[in-house]
């Protein structure tokens, strides 16, 4: 259970990164680009803990996965940016496939 919580810290650490990536200006701006790799650090080392008892082919594909859905979500919410119908397709596919690995994988250690 400790491995799927470090994997939720890895995951919010790297939506959050990837916002402050946004915010950053292509690396212009000081502050924006600091919290960027301060969140991306952290999420590799809870990644990195996470992968003591959950494979690294199911972690990353949650990690993964789950880190687009909330990115695209914070991206229409926060960044008030829009999401075609393909889009939002394909990122129900993505949480289609997180549901499938989950639910159904012998691969994935409960």
């Not at 502050?31 to 990644?47: E, K, Q, R, W």
């Not at 990690?63 to 991206?75: D, E, K, N, P």
Request: net charge neutral; proline share 3%; hydrophobic share 55%.
């Amino acid at each position: 259970m400790i491995s799927y919580a470090a994997l939720t810290g890895a995951i919010v650490c790297e939506v959050i990164g990837t916002t402050f990536l946004q915010k950053s200006e292509q690396f212009s701006r000081l502050v924006p680009t600091l919290i960027m790799a301060a969140f991306y650090a952290g999420s590799f080392f809870l990644l990195s803990q996470a992968l003591k008892s959950i494979p690294l082919g199911i972690a990353y594909a949650i990690w993964g996965g789950l880190g687009i859905v909330l990115t695209a979500i914070i991206s229409v919410v926060v960044l008030k940016q829009s999401l075609d119908m393909p889009a939002i397709a394909g990122i129900a596919m993505i949480v289609g496939g997180v549901v499938v690995v989950n639910m159904f994988s012998q691969s994935v250690s409960h």
